[in-house]
């Protein structure tokens, strides 16, 4: 059992996170594949994908070892969505956190030497990691993205209203179920091993994911102690909520489409504002100025796309149910 001990400057420091990203996503689904006991939310997904990843995969696996912990993909690609941010975040991961993330990794035998390469920063072996997370990126989450983004959107929006309604503590009744408990001010999350944290007023950041399914995580950014660990809560638990999401899902093409008709970089911006983004946060992560990023959102809003508040100082742009469908594989404007 591990326990997050909150003080009341920690429960004002609560926010809730669009997810955490597609790297850490893809690796998810990996280790739901190749699991045992697959819920009945994920068996159309697991039937339409399995026999596709193919040896493509092994460096990633790798990083997977079945016994110990395993390699935080999250710490070291970020909460990206976009999984070319991902692959970018891994090749310059910071040596320092390369160390601390695998120094505890118990490697096969047959990975030892190759893994050894990864922590000194060897770009072929990296090389080969980030091929092997686009190969599986393509075949186990991005044929399905409209649907994750929607359910995604859709969870943080619930989540949301719950703190707006009753502030941090509704939200977090919310967000406990069988794997969490809210005990004020002590939040329990059920782990094989015991341990006690204090936010110590850092606050907490809830990121609802897709593919972890064996229970909730709690990641810490380990190279800045002064940052919020992230609780990463799964939210698939039932084929009525799966069935939703692996609709249209072999629409490979979709993501081409919304270019053509957008152009890369409106899409772009469409599709990581489909779990909510400030225009800070977009312009560091699409390279581009922030009035560059000002412009293309008020593009996108003007054709009722997109929607714009300000919270606090930030200004967070949010995707509209008309954008949302544009998102979703298969469709197609509306004239």
């Not at 026999?51 to 070892?65: F, K, Q, T």
């Not at 070291?76 to 390369?98: C, F, K, N, Q, T």
Request: with cysteine; hydrophobic share 45%; net charge positive.
């Amino acid at each position: 059992m591990k326990r997050i001990h909150f003080t009341d400057q920690d429960l004002m420091r609560v926010r809730v996170a669009g997810g955490i990203g597609a790297a850490a996503e893809t690796l998810d689904s990996l280790r739901l594949l190749h699991g045992r006991g697959v819920g009945l939310g994920f068996r159309r997904w697991q039937v339409a994908v399995r026999g596709r990843v193919d040896e493509r995969a092994r460096p990633l696996l790798a990083l997977l070892p079945s016994l110990g912990p395993q390699v935080d993909v999250w710490s070291l690609a970020g909460d990206s969505m976009s999984i070319e941010e991902a692959v970018d975040r891994l090749l310059g991961a910071p040596r320092d956190l390369l160390r601390v993330e695998f120094e505890n990794v118990r490697f096969r035998r047959a990975d030892r030497v190759w893994a050894r390469n990864l922590v000194d920063g060897d770009r072929e072996a990296w090389l080969q990691v980030t091929a092997a997370l686009r190969a599986c990126h393509g075949v186990t989450v991005a044929p399905y993205g409209g649907g994750v983004r929607a359910h995604l959107a859709a969870v943080r929006g619930a989540y949301a209203n719950a703190m707006a309604e009753g502030g941090v503590e509704r939200l977090l009744e919310q967000v406990c179920g069988p794997l969490l408990r809210w005990r004020p001010p002590v939040l329990e999350l059920e782990h094989p091993r015991d341990a006690d944290i204090r936010l110590d007023g850092r606050g907490l950041v809830i990121a609802p994911t897709v593919f972890s399914s064996g229970g909730a995580e709690l990641m810490v950014p380990v190279l800045d102690p002064a940052a919020p660990p992230v609780l990463a809560v799964p939210t698939v638990s039932d084929a009525l909520v799966g069935g939703t999401l692996w609709d249209g899902g072999g629409d490979a093409s979709a993501g081409q489409a919304l270019e053509d008709l957008l152009g890369r970089t409106r899409a772009a911006i469409l599709e990581s504002v489909a779990v909510g983004r400030s225009t800070t946060d977009l312009a560091r992560r699409l390279g581009i100025a922030p009035a560059m990023v000002s412009h293309h959102t008020s593009v996108l809003r003007n054709a009722g796309l997109v929607t714009t508040r300000r919270e606090g100082k930030a200004v967070l742009h949010t995707v509209t149910s008309m954008g949302m469908a544009l998102l979703e594989p298969g469709s197609r404007p509306v004239r």
